[in-house]
C-alpha cells in the first residue's frame, strides 16, 4: 500500500481546520458569556441602528450627533422599564416563592382526578403500573417544585444584588454609547491590529455570518420583544378585567423565553394553560388566554415576513438537534445557544455541507 502524503495532509489541514473552528467557537461563547455587558449592548446596538441611519438621513446629522439622540430615547425607556421590572420581578417572585406549594398541589389534585375518572379498568391495566403512573407524577410534581424554587430564588438573588445590576448596567450602557458613536473607528482599528490575511478571510466571514446570524438574531429579539409586550399588556389588561391571572410579568417573561426557542411558541405555555383553565372550570380564562395566543400568532405570521429577509435554510430536525444538544450541554439556556451555533457552523462550513464533510475531508478526488 503506498501512502499518499499529498493526500492525507490535506485531510490533516481540513481536520485541523474544522477543529479549531469548533474550538474557537466554544471559546467565543465563554468570552460572550465573560463579557455578556457587551454583547447585550452589542445587540441593542443592532436594533437601533435602522433609527440612527434614518435619522442621519432624514435630519442630515452625523452619526455622532443622530446615535446620541437615539441613545439618550433608549437610555430613558430602558431606565423606567427597568425600576418598573426590577420591583415587580421580586415582589411576583416572592409571592410565587411562598404559593407555590398551594398551586403544585392543585394541579396535582387535578392529575389525580382525570386518571381517578378515566376508566383504566375496561382497558385492564394492572395495578402495579397503576401505582407506577401516579408515583411518577408525584415524583414530576415534586422535581418541579424544587427546580421552579430554585430558580425564583436565584432570580431573586440576582435581582437584589444592587452592586453587581448597577455595574453591569453602566458598563453596558456605556459600550452601546461607544459601539454607536463610533463604530466606524472600532472596526478601523480592529482590522489595523490584525494581519491582512487575516483581515480579509476575518471579514469576509464575519460579513456573511453578519448577514445571516446578525439578521437572523436581530430579528428574533424583535420579535420576542413583540410577543413579550403584548403578552404583557394582554395578561395585565385580563387581570385588572378581573379573571384570575397572578402573576403577569413572571409569565410574561416565560411566554417570551418559550417563543425565542426555534420550533416551539408561545402556544407551548399558553394552550395547555388555557385547557388547564378549561379543566379547572374556569372557561373565561381559558377563552382569554386562547384569545391572546390566537393575537400574538396574527400579529407574529404578519410581522415575521416583513423582519426576517431570508431563511437560514436548516432543516427543523438539525435545529432540534441542536436545541437538544445545547440543552444536554448548558441547560436551558443551550436551547437558545444551539441553533446559534448551527447557524455559524453552516455558514462556515457552507461548501464542505453542500459536498458532505466526511466526503469533502477524506476523498481523494
Not at 394492572?126 to 430558580?151: C, D, H, R
Not at 431573586?156 to 454609547?177: E, K, M, R
Not at 399558553?270 to 388566554?289: E, F, Q, R, S, T
Amino acid at each position: 500500500m503506498i501512502f499518499d502524503e499529498v493526500h492525507w495532509t490535506r485531510v490533516l489541514k481540513r481536520s485541523t481546520y474544522l477543529i479549531l473552528t469548533l474550538f474557537g467557537l466554544y471559546l467565543s461563547f465563554k468570552l460572550a458569556v465573560f463579557y455578556i455587558p457587551f454583547l447585550i449592548a452589542f445587540i441593542i446596538s443592532l436594533i437601533m441602528e435602522p433609527a440612527i441611519k434614518f435619522l442621519m438621513n432624514k435630519a442630515s446629522l452625523t452619526r455622532k450627533t443622530s446615535s446620541i439622540i437615539i441613545f439618550i430615547i433608549v437610555f430613558g425607556i430602558t431606565v423606567g422599564l427597568l425600576v418598573w421590572g426590577i420591583v415587580t420581578l421580586i415582589t411576583e417572585a416572592t409571592e410565587l416563592l411562598q404559593t407555590l406549594n398551594y398551586y403544585l398541589d392543585t394541579a396535582y389534585k387535578q392529575i389525580q382526578n382525570l386518571i381517578d375518572e378515566f376508566q383504566f379498568d375496561s382497558i385492564r391495566i394492572p395495578t402495579e403500573i397503576m401505582n407506577i403512573i401516579q408515583n411518577s407524577t408525584g415524583e414530576v410534581f415534586n422535581y418541579l417544585a424544587n427546580w421552579i424554587k430554585n430558580f425564583l430564588t436565584n432570580v431573586i438573588n440576582v435581582v437584589t444584588s444592587i452592586p453587581t445590576i448597577a455595574i453591569y448596567f453602566v458598563v453596558t450602557i456605556l459600550a452601546l454609547y461607544f459601539i454607536c458613536t463610533d463604530k466606524i473607528y472600532i472596526l478601523d482599528q480592529m482590522e489595523h491590529h490584525f494581519p491582512k490575511k487575516w483581515s480579509k478571510k476575518m471579514l469576509m466571514h464575519i460579513r456573511e455570518i453578519a448577514s445571516t446570524l446578525g439578521a437572523y438574531l436581530k430579528a428574533q429579539v424583535i420579535l420576542i420583544l413583540i410577543s413579550f409586550i403584548i403578552s404583557v399588556i394582554g395578561l395585565y389588561f385580563l387581570k385588572f378585567a378581573g379573571l384570575n391571572i397572578e402573576f403577569p410579568l413572571l409569565i410574561a417573561l416565560g411566554i417570551g423565553f418559550v417563543d425565542a426557542l426555534p420550533i416551539l411558541g408561545s402556544g407551548t405555555v399558553m394552550i395547555p394553560w388555557g385547557v388547564g383553565a378549561a379543566l379547572n372550570g374556569d372557561i373565561k380564562l381559558a377563552l382569554a388566554i386562547i384569545g391572546l395566543w390566537i393575537l400574538m400568532s396574527i400579529v407574529r405570521q404578519f410581522i415575521e415576513p416583513r423582519i426576517v429577509s431570508k431563511q437560514i435554510g436548516i432543516h427543523p430536525i438539525f435545529t432540534l438537534i441542536a436545541m437538544y444538544t445545547g440543552f444536554k450541554f448548558i441547560g436551558l439556556i443551550g436551547l437558545i445557544i444551539g441553533p446559534i451555533i448551527l447557524i455559524i457552523l453552516n455558514n462556515i462550513f457552507s461548501n464542505l455541507i453542500d459536498k458532505g464533510v466526511l466526503k469533502t475531508i477524506f476523498d481523494k478526488t
